[in-house]
């Protein structure tokens, strides 16, 4: 029986690309229109490995299976960490032969790294908490969740309370979350059916001081992380819009930064210690660097070997990017050491890659030069506002990681 079961299993991996699906002449046509672009786009993103990616998804989403292998081959033979395995637009390629191949390049290429170590165990599996955050003061950790709209309060052991209840003042899926060390305050990001918005809770008594949104009605918008600078402006990413906002401390007004910064799938984002320059993560480039005072900006440039795509958390620290990469990269933490001048990417350290307890890594937060992150959100396991059906839930798991000099 094993035997025979072995034989099915090694047939099954030696199966041959399928025969590529037919388009009409009008799809054919918005088709190579697209193709067209990301090749355009591979003459000038700053990160050109997910534009590379995106080629070997647009062939494979219209059913080009050869095409979609090629381009899916030219990615990976790039070799800086993307990984195709998890992502379902390829789930029809996964008993293809060739793809296989790729798979045990990817894995070969990215072999686990283990520095961190348990810190905590919170015992809510529900939580599915996309961000962790660090009031230093009163030294407590905040968490936000996706699935129960609420803010935890947790002790550097891991004994939690609500601070923020589920729905109190409006609050939905809560997504990015900082501190103002200033007054001891922090910012919650938060997006339901018919806005996004953000919210300024008081601790430790979690009240609501102000609400800052914009509709969603008729209109693209997802608040996603923030970044606070020591003066108390805080600047939000939109994903949809593809742009930031921020909340000045004088003004304590919701604003579009700038119009003309455009950054696609706009997520992680951090602030330079002097206040001087953003980091916007997003797509085609990867991080964009903003000059705060100018509204200049332009891709970060970094070495030929990194691969910035997915990147959801992101903090300055001592000269450096610290990084949670995930989507189509292998789930990684990384250390970008940035230039003198805090315009480039010199170099870079894989900190912490294919730990067995990651499922779904998110964002983290800083503690007296202590990385801490949530190794297991699960977020992904919602979908259209329900749990996905047979998720396995577990408690969250919170990761500790020291860095070295």
């Given at each position: 029986m094993r035997y025979a079961a072995l034989l099915i299993v090694a047939s099954a991996l030696h199966a041959q690309i399928p025969p590529s699906e037919k388009l009409s002449e009008s799809?054919?046509?918005?088709?190579?229109?697209?193709?067209?672009r990301l090749n355009g786009l591979l003459a000038t993103a700053g990160d050109k490995c997910t534009v590379q990616y995106a080629l070997a998804r647009t062939w494979e989403s219209i059913g080009q299976h050869r095409q979609a292998v090629d381009a899916l081959r030219d990615a990976v033979?790039?070799?800086v960490g993307l990984d195709p395995s998890r992502d379902d637009v390829f789930a029809g390629l996964r008993n293809i032969k060739e793809f296989g191949l790729l798979m045990r390049s990817v894995r070969d290429g990215t072999p686990p790294v283990s520095t961190s170590k348990?810190?905590?165990?919170i015992g809510d599996a529900q939580l599915l908490p996309e961000s962790i955050a660090w009031e230093p003061h009163r030294r407590r950790f905040?968490?936000?969740?996706?699935?129960?709209?609420?803010?935890?309060?947790?002790?550097?052991?891991?004994?939690?309370?609500?601070l923020v209840k589920n729905g109190q003042d409006g609050l939905y899926e809560v997504l990015g979350i900082k501190a103002d060390t200033r007054d001891r305050t922090i910012w919650v990001a938060s997006n339901s059916v018919g806005e996004a918005g953000v919210f300024h809770f008081d601790t430790p008594q979690g009240t609501l001081i102000q609400k800052f949104t914009v509709s969603r009605t008729g209109e693209r918008h997802y608040f996603n992380d923030m970044a606070i600078s020591s003066k108390g402006d805080v600047f939000v990413t939109d994903t949809q819009a593809g742009t930031v906002y921020r909340i000045s401390a004088d003004k304590r007004?919701?604003?579009?930064?700038d119009p003309d910064l455009k950054v696609r799938a706009a997520n992680g984002i951090a602030i330079s210690d002097d206040d001087k320059t953003l980091y916007v993560a997003g797509f085609p480039d990867g991080i964009r660097v903003v000059d705060i005072a100018s509204k200049a900006s332009r891709a970060i440039g970094h070495p030929a070997d990194l691969c910035l795509?997915?990147?959801?958390?992101?903090?300055y620290y001592q000269g450096s990017l610290v990084a949670i990469q995930n989507g189509v990269m292998t789930p990684r933490v990384v250390r970008y050491r940035l230039t003198?001048?805090?315009?480039?990417?010199?170099?870079?350290?894989v900190l912490e890659r294919r730990n067995p307890a990651f499922d779904g890594i998110t964002t983290g937060t800083i503690v007296d030069d202590v990385f801490y992150y949530m190794a297991n959100p699960q977020t992904d396991k919602v979908a259209s506002g329900r749990i996905k059906p047979n998720a396995q839930l577990n408690p969250v798991q919170v990761l500790q990681l020291k860095f070295q000099p």
């Open positions: 799809d054919a046509k918005l088709v190579q229109a697209e193709i067209d033979d790039l070799n348990p810190a905590f165990t905040f968490l936000g969740s996706i699935w129960e709209h609420k803010v935890l309060e947790c002790t550097v052991t891991g004994d939690c309370h609500d007004r919701l604003e579009v930064f795509g997915n990147i959801d958390g992101l903090l003198t001048d805090r315009q480039n990417i010199a170099s870079f350290e």
